[in-house]
């Protein structure tokens, strides 16, 4: 890792929005490949935040602050990977359930998979059933992550997978969800793929499913 991409990947660790932002344009002004920017310097360093929160060092707030420095980043870098042809590790339909409007645990996902190289349709909250088909059926996602904060609008995730078979496209895609109230048994229950606790398992889940849908 040359000491430039060593850099991106502190800045996003520590949060600096600044510092990142202009350790990127010196990389790419240096001619160092956008996707090595992006892989050694972007999505290792949002996998490592993971790892800090996992174990207990980082918490909601610092992840947030990193996940924007990645964030930010990534808009000045995404024209360049555009142009070099780099392919996202998937495209992710999120949303809140129809009727939940909680969605701070929804952006935090999105910016973490987007760290992971994942592209985001982010449909936000209270999101209908026949919103997520579509995005699936004009904007080609290969998975879909659902959450829901609470009790009442939790059913509408059976709803969802309900209207994603009707419509012949449950064999299509991944669907994982997330949320306070949920659990690995009510996913399984509704016919989910995956129940994620937190951001940084989303992340884990995401590629996991991914995987396993190309194998």
Not at 99 to 105: F, K, M, Q, V
Request: hydrophobic letters at 45%; charged letters at 20%; glycine letters at 10%.
């Amino acid at each position: 890792m040359t000491d430039l991409v060593q850099e991106i990947f502190k800045g996003i660790i520590d949060g600096n929005i600044a510092l990142t932002a202009s350790k990127i344009e010196e990389a790419l002004k240096q001619g160092i490949d956008p996707e090595t920017i992006l892989n050694q310097g972007m999505v290792a360093s949002m996998a490592e935040v993971g790892k800090l929160f996992e174990a207990g060092e980082f918490f909601v707030p610092e992840m947030m602050i990193s996940a924007k420095a990645m964030q930010n980043g990534m808009s000045m870098l995404k024209p360049y990977l555009l142009k070099a042809n780099v392919q996202p590790s998937g495209k992710v339909a999120a949303g809140t359930v129809q009727g939940d409007l909680h969605d701070i645990g929804k952006n935090l996902v999105c910016l973490m998979l987007e760290g992971a190289g994942f592209e985001i349709l982010d449909l936000g909250v209270s999101v209908s059933p026949e919103q997520f088909v579509d995005a699936i059926k004009t904007k080609g996602a290969d998975l879909v992550a659902m959450s829901a904060l609470l009790t009442t609008t939790m059913t509408n995730m059976q709803t969802t997978i309900n209207a994603l078979k009707e419509s012949g496209l449950r064999d299509k895609v991944k669907v994982m969800v997330g949320g306070a109230p949920l659990t690995q048994r009510y996913a399984e229950q509704i016919g989910a793929d995956g129940y994620a606790a937190d951001a940084s398992r989303a992340v884990t889940l995401a590629k996991a499913l991914m995987d396993s849908s190309k194998g």
